[in-house]
């Protein structure tokens, strides 16, 4: 059974930073790229992030350029995102998935395996 495991998530002030972890244990699928995306209450589940496993090339929703940061540990098959200056609508459920096709990164319905998500909040 595929498993992916999120972890980080938590309450922080306007302005601080989290730093999201999946990891994806005894995986024996092939894995393309690993993104993350979120869900805020009574809103649509939007892109993040995503990394290319192989090769680590990434790509970024436009309202958290510069302030994320996706990575990835392949031995560990882990990876993480990285949040500063966050604001209080980032708060929202974060979800890290995994697709073994590419594609476009952004498109949530290319992923083929996602994990149980992490709460977000960030007050103000």
């Known amino acids: 059974q595929v498993q992916l495991v999120e972890s980080g998530g938590g309450l922080v002030q306007a302005g601080g930073s989290l730093r999201l972890s999946c990891t994806t244990p005894g995986r024996t699928f092939s894995l393309y790229a690993m993104g993350w995306f979120r869900q805020a209450p009574g809103k649509a589940r939007e892109f993040v992030a995503a990394i290319i496993w192989s090769g680590g090339s990434t790509a970024y929703a436009d309202s958290v350029k510069g302030r994320f940061t996706i990575s990835r540990d392949s031995a560990k098959n882990t990876g993480y995102l990285q949040m500063n200056s966050l604001k209080p609508e980032e708060t929202a459920v974060y979800y890290c998935?995994?697709?073994?096709?590419?594609?476009?990164?952004?498109?949530?319905?290319?992923?083929?395996?996602w994990g149980q998500g992490t709460q977000v909040t960030v007050s103000s």
């Open positions: 998935a995994t697709r073994r096709y590419s594609g476009g990164l952004s498109m949530g319905g290319l992923y083929d395996y």
